[in-house]
C-alpha cells in the first residue's frame, strides 16, 4: 500500500465538519441546525433562470480562468468596491472563494514557509497551508482587543519564511470589520517583509456597523482580494468566487486552475454573471434581516447574563460558554439536546470557550435554537459541568 503523503496526513478534520456530519445523522427535524454559514433564503429567481437557460445551451469546458465576459464583469465590480481598476488578466474565477485561496496558497509556499492566520479563523486556512507543507502561524484576534488584529504584534511574527498573511474582514467567526487605519498599516507591514497579503472579503456586502474596508487598493502589487458569490446571493451550492492578484501572480493562478479544475460548470457561471450585474435590493433586504436575528439572538442571551461579542458584520455570532468550557464537548453534547452549533475549538484557541451560530439560520430556527442553548446552559453551568479534555 502506498504511504499517505506527510501534508494530507497532517491536514485535521474540519471541526465545524464534525459537528455538522453529527447533526445530520440525527432524525430529521430533531435538530435545529445554527453551525454553518449558509443563508437559509433561496437564490434569486433570476440568477435560477440565467443557470437554466445556460444549461440548456451549449456546455461546454469553458477557459480554466474563467468564462471572459465573467471576468470582465467581476473586474468591474472589483473596481467599485475597492476602488482598484484591475484588468482582465488580474481576475481569476474560482470554485468558490476557498478553490481560489488554496490555488493562490499552491502558487506561494513551498514546505517549510510560513503562514500568518487569525485565531479565531475559519478553518480551511490552516489546513490550505499544511496541505502545501507550509507552517500555519496563528496570530492572536483577542477579546481584550475587540477581537481585532494587532498590526505591531503581527510584524514582530513575520520572518524570513513567512510568505503569507490572512485577513479576514468581515471575519468568521467573529463578526468584527477591521478598520482603514488598521488595514493600512496591515498592508504596510506586509510590504515591508516581502509577504503577500491574502485579503478573504466573501463578507463584504455583510455588514451593519461601519463600512468595508478592501485591502486591495492599498498595495496592488502585494494584496490579493477574495470574494464570493456564496453569501451574498445564496449561492453557497452553486461554488462560485472570483479574486484579484497582482500582476506577478495572476497568470499563475490561472495556470494552476487547469491542474484544479480545468473549467467551472457553465451554469454556474452564468448564474453568476446574472447575479453580479442584476438585481440588488435583495441584498440590503437580507442585510437587514440578519441584524433583526443578530439583535434579538443577542437579547436572548442576555435575558440569562451572557454577554456576546456585538458582530459587525458578517453572519455569525460567538455564543459564551462559562469561562474554560469545552466548545467542542459542548457542541456535541448540545447536537443531543436539540440545536447544532459550531464549537470555537473549531477556530483555534482564543475562541474555545465560544460556540459559534449562523444568523443566516432562519429566525424561527434561531429563537428556537438559542432557547434550547439557555436550557442546555442551565443545566449544564455553561458547559462547565461535561469536564474538559
Ligand atoms: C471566511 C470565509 N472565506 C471563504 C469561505 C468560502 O466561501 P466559498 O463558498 O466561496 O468557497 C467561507 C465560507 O464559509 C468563509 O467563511
Redo the contacts with the bound molecule.
Sequence with gaps: MTALSANAAAVPHSGIREIVDLASVQKPGDVIHLEI?EPSARTPAHIVAAAVAAAEGRTGYTSSAGIRELREIASARIARVTGLPVSLEQVVIG?????L?SAAMAALVAPGDEVLIPDP??P?YEMQALLYGARPVRYPLRPENGFLPDPAEIEALMGPRTRVLIV?SP??PTGKVVDRLTAEQLVRAAERHGVTVFS?E??DEIVFNGAHVSLAAMAPQSVVS?F????TYSM?GW???YAAFPHWLAGTVAKLQETFISSLPVASQAAAMAALTGPTDFIAANLADYRTRRDSVLADLSAIGLVAPIPAG?FYLLAPLADGADSRRSAIDLVNHGVSMAPGTAFGQIARSFLRISLASSAEDLAEGVRRYRDWFETTEGGLALGNG
Design positions: 454559514g470554485q468558490g472563494a476557498v478553490q485561496l479563523a475559519w480551511n479576514n471575519s468568521n478573504d466573501v463578507y477574495i464570493s458569490l456564496s453569501k453557497t461554488r462560485v468566487g458578517a
